[in-house]
C-alpha cells in the first residue's frame, strides 16, 4: 500500500497509519512503535499481540495428504495461532499428533470430531532474544556432531537421542521462523537464510548417521577423522557469527577444496556403501562453506 508524506511544522514529516492495522493491534493515541531502518525500507512494528487470534484451515485431499507435516508447519511458522485440519480421514490423527508434539513449540491438539481437529496456541512461551534462540541451535547442532562421532568411534549406533535432536532443533529453527513471522527483524531475510542452512547441516548428519544404523555399516579411520575434522570447521562457522570474525570465513573458504574436491571426493570413489557416508560428509563440509553468505552480509551490516 502507498501513504502520501505530509509535511508537519518545518522539518517533520507524517505518514498515516493504516486503519485496519491498528484496530487488528488496538493501537490507540499515545502507543509506542517501534521503527527500524533497512536500506531503503522503514518497518514500523508494535509490542503489542493481535487484539484476535490468526486462523487458517487445511482441507486434506488425496493429493495433499502426504504434504500433511509441510502443511501444518508451513502455517505454524507463518504465524497462525489456530490450524484446522478438514476432511481428516482418522487414520492420519497419530501423524498430526506426533507433528505437534515433536515440531510445534506451545501447540496442542484442542478439539477432535470425525474428520476435523484444531491445532492451536495453547501454552507458546515468550519470545526470547534473537541470539539466545541462535545459540541454543548451534549448541545443539555441536551436540549432534559429538554424538555422531562417539558412537562411529564405538561402532555402536542408536537412533533415539539423534531422533529425538533431529526433533529439537527442527523445532527450535521453526518457532524462530514463526517469531520471524510475527516480528519481523533487521536482516530478515538473511536471518532467514542462515536457519536453512542450519537446518540442511543437522539433517545430512541425521541422514549420515541412519544410513551407517539402517545399513550397519561399520566406521572406519577416514570416516572417525573427516567426522573430527567436520566438528572443527562448523567450530569456525559458530565463531564466525557469535564473533563476527570475517577471519574464520576465510579459513573455511580456504579448507572448502581440501574437503569438497579433495579428502572427501577421494574417499567416495572407493567402492562399497561406506563410500556413501563419505558423500554425505562431503556435503556437510559443503554447507557450512556455502552457508557463510549469510554471515558474511551480517558481518558487513
Known amino acids: 500500500m502507498k501513504r502520501k508524506i505530509v509535511k508537519l511544522g518545518p522539518s517533520t514529516l507524517v505518514v498515516s497509519l493504516p486503519a485496519k492495522w491498528g484496530q487488528e493491534f488496538n493501537l490507540k493515541p499515545g502507543d509506542e512503535l517501534e521503527l527500524n531502518q533497512e536500506d531503503s525500507r522503514l518497518i514500523i512494528s508494535t509490542e503489542k499481540s493481535l487484539a484476535t487470534k490468526k486462523e487458517t484451515a487445511i482441507n486434506i485431499t488425496d493429493h495433499t495428504r502426504k504434504d500433511l507435516s509441510a502443511l501444518i508447519t508451513h502455517a505454524y511458522r507463518k504465524g497462525f495461532d489456530k490450524i484446522i485440519i478438514k476432511n481428516l480421514n482418522p487414520k492420519l490423527f497419530q501423524d498430526i499428533k506426533e507433528i505437534t508434539k515433536n515440531l510445534l513449540l506451545g501447540f496442542e491438539i484442542s ?48 537412533m533415539a537421542e539423534i531422533d529425538d535432536l533431529r526433533n529439537q532443533i527442527d523445532k527450535f529453527i521453526l518457532y524462530y521462523r514463526r517469531i520471524l513471522s510475527k516480528k519481523p527483524e533487521k536482516n530478515q531475510a538473511l536471518t532467514w537464510e542462515l536457519l536453512t542452512f542450519l537446518m540442511h547441516i543437522q539433517h545430512v548428519y541425521y541422514y549420515l548417521y541412519k544410513f551407517a544404523n539402517d545399513n550397519k555399516i561399520k566406521s572406519d579411520s577416514e570416516i572417525i577423522k573427516l567426522l573430527q575434522e567436520s566438528i572443527i570447521y562448523f567450530g569456525l562457522y559458530y565463531e564466525a557469527y557469535f564473533k563476527k570474525d570475517m577471519e574464520k570465513i576465510r579459513k573455511i573458504n580456504q579448507l572448502s577444496s581440501e574437503y569438497q574436491f579433495g579428502k572427501c571426493l577421494k574417499m567416495i570413489e572407493q567402492k562399497g556403501k561406506i563410500a556413501i557416508l563419505h558423500s554425505y560428509l562431503r556435503e556437510i563440509f559443503r554447507l557450512i562453506q556455502v552457508g557463510t553468505s549469510p554471515i558474511i552480509s551480517l558481518i558487513l551490516d
Open 111 to 158: 478439539h477432535r470430531a470425525k474428520n476435523t481437529c484444531i491445532v492451536e496456541n495453547l501454552a507458546e512461551p515468550t519470545p526470547q532474544e534473537s541470539n539466545v534462540l541462535l545459540r541454543r541451535i548451534f549448541l545443539m547442532i555441536k551436540e549432534t556432531q559429538n554424538k555422531a562421532l562417539t558412537d562411529f568411534e564405538a561402532n555402536n549406533l542408536d
